[in-house]
């Protein structure tokens, strides 16, 4: 053993945690610690932080006396010296990701996904003797990778947690979740560095790279962009085509009404004369009938036209029209009796119940099928009004998203229809709004009078 060591920092310079190979060294030997470094001196025990520059340490091992004093102890120094040097740059780019992949459900398009999530983090050690004692141990290594891979499964915990409450919450659909990449970063930096620190450690910036989903998740959102797209597309075109050709949606539904009519009046009444029959439709139409049957649905308008005297209404007797185009068009002359027409008692093709277990006639206008109750409303976008179909995801004219599943107002978590509570907040559901005592008009929380009936709330 020399008489007195140099004992300084020889090891891999990216290595957070380094033991010197040199123990039980004498008295006055010199520790020499390097600015990107600090020393934890262990002496008999007790260990002592070193800063930068150049240190003599004092020890109970005096040159020439180790030899007896290890006749005592069977060859170990009674007062043994250890060194270690940590770290202090900054640790760059240390790589992190989730082991499994978290299942988070897309409230826009109604699907689960299983996302995978990776990103970067950087730290640096601030307090040696901590991070020594609570973290590595007195190892004689510890490297950067190690702590990530200590620190894996609280930084997944924290990660599906806010990335689950940014796309439940916010209501943020799988395809625009990269944009706030940056933003739940920056969320997920407060829980993190409060366990960074009880190690030691300050962790300087959290940073999220990507967020990925299956494959399966992935195709089905693009099948559902596609179609969205595809019915856009479809639709511009054909509003462009009428617009080239000088009509519209209405002008085309009018015609294919007319051309219907003509069709089921020349089968009923002649059997022939399909010309005629035509043009006396189309007077009608022109006359101001048109307008009523396009706003009917396609089905012919039952009240007369008060606009055009002498239109007789559909299903009258002739004679009760006469001097009418309709009737001058079948050479009807006033006071000639003229055969009545049959009216069809069975509806239109479609005009049903829709429920299959019914299939009762329904009329234009009925909200509800009398015979069983169901609705005959068609469903609409809830954006632009647009009438969309059953299974659609998105409304093809603005893009909305369709079939949401219903939420809590209070904290948007998805709720069952009948659930009277949110489970996870408490907040009560279906709540029948508040209403005057007196006149029974609707009000709202806070307002202190009806504003109907002056009666005080």
Known sequence: MAIANVIQFEGDPDALVWKSPIEDFNTASQLIVDPTHEAIVIIEGHPEVYGEGRHTIETQNYFGLNAIQRMATGGETPFPCQVYFVNKVHAMDMKWGTREKIVVPDVTYGIMLNLGIRGSLSFVVTDSRKFVEKFTGYRREFRPEEVTEKFRGIISTEVKTSVAQMMIGANIDYVHLAMYLKEIGQILMQPLSQYFEDYGIKLVFFNMETIRSDEDDVAEIKAALSEASAM????????????????????EKKADILKALATNQTNTVIGGGTGDILNGFVGLVNNGMGVGVAMNGGNPAAPANPAAPGVPTLGVPASAAAGSPLANMFGAQPGMPTQQQPVPTTPAAGHVCPNPNCGQPVQD???????????????KCPNCGQGVQDGWKVCPACGTPLNKPATCPNCNQPVQDGWKVCPACGTALNQPKPTCPNCSQEVQPGWAACPNCGTKL
């Open 232 to 251: 856009r597309i479809k639709a511009k075109g054909a509003a462009d085509s009428r617009a080239i050709q000088g009509y519209d949606w209405a002008s």
């Open 365 to 379: 206008g009925w909200k509800v099928c009398p015979a069983c109750g169901t609705s005959l409303s068609k469903p």
